[in-house]
């Protein structure tokens, strides 16, 4: 436990020292995830037995049984979709996981200097590859590290950056909490746009979940975007975000979910409503695990994630 404290003191230093900027061809990162980690908020730094946690936390591939490989696609806004694939294979040597995922903006119109459309059209498009490992490093203590290519294109042009997620989870002895900590996206651009270097957006986030007892509720917690620049230093600390995922039986879970920082970034002066607020319910089908996701970010921004998870070996 020692070493887990250490390591979130050495964090909470990066997180003073260094700001990045958030606007970036390459922001498409912060929102990747699943039904699951979607409907609680994207509170899921500590979340175990989830075939794609390991994108806000490369440890815990670790927590999740061999083989298990999880489908997601998100209905965005207009013609914007994207998903992700991720599969988990678990042998003497540690835990490893790969993963591909995609954003597609739909088709655009060409147009002259007047604005006359053309008849032709364009498109754009995200694309990231990624390999996890994982292992045990300490009695309770797990760390992972994911090693990811990114690419961002539109029309004629693109840009390309390689990065490194790392990340811990301590599991408490009581075997209901567990703390954890992770760096995501910190890495370097490899090819640019006119000439131009774009910065990736680090994220620095600190959490934990806690399974109630007495009651059938797994609680998450965490801060996010600890790295942004910010006014002061605990200015950083208004992104966070809360998730609860009720055990309704062997087969339902109900999830519901907060992320402040998304509130935060609607203007004041615009009906925030729902905004930040997510849901989704999970079912599990014996073969097959089930979730759906909803995320409100706006009055027009409604977000659905649909994911399917099972593990190959039942299959066979």
Do not use: C, W
């Not at 678990?90 to 088709?107: D, I, K, L, P, W």
């Amino acid at each position: 436990m020692k070493i887990f404290y250490n390591l979130i003191l050495v964090l909470i230093l990066i997180t003073y020292n260094f700001s990045f900027a958030i606007d970036s061809p390459f922001n498409f990162l912060r929102y990747q995830s699943n039904a699951r980690n979607a409907a609680l908020g994207g509170s899921v730094i500590a979340l175990e037995n989830d075939a794609a946690a390991f994108l806000f936390n490369p440890s815990l591939i670790s927590k999740v049984e061999d083989k298990q490989m999880q489908v997601t696609f998100l209905k965005h806004v207009l013609d914007i979709n994207s998903g992700n694939v991720s599969y988990i294979h678990q042998n003497e040597y540690g835990s490893f996981a790969a993963a591909v995922g995609f954003t597609t903006y739909g088709s655009f119109d060409y147009a002259d200097k007047i604005g006359n459309r053309t008849g032709t059209t364009f498109t754009a498009s995200d694309l990231t590859f990624g390999i996890t490992y994982a292992n045990k490093l300490d009695t309770n203590l797990y760390y992972g590290i994911t090693a990811k290519y990114i690419y961002a294109g539109i029309e004629k042009v693109s840009t390309s950056a390689l990065a490194f997620d790392v990340g811990l989870i301590y599991n408490l002895a009581d075997g209901r909490t567990n703390f954890a900590v992770s760096i995501l996206h910190a890495g370097t651009q490899l090819t640019k746009i006119s000439n131009q270097s774009e910065p990736l957006p680090l994220d620095v986030r600190i959490g934990f979940n806690h399974r109630l007892r007495g009651l059938p509720l797994l609680f998450n917690f965490s801060f996010h975007h600890l790295a942004d620049e910010t006014s002061s230093f605990f200015a950083r600390f208004k992104s966070f975000n809360i998730g609860g995922e009720f055990y309704i039986s062997d087969n339902i879970n109900l999830r519901l979910g907060y992320d402040n920082n998304v509130r935060n970034l609607t203007d004041a002066e615009v009906n925030k409503g729902l905004t930040g607020f997510s849901g989704g319910v999970g079912f599990n089908l014996d073969d097959f695990l089930i979730d759906y996701g909803f995320s409100r970010y706006g009055s027009s921004a409604n977000l659905h994630r649909f994911s399917i998870s099972f593990n190959i070996n039942k299959l066979l």
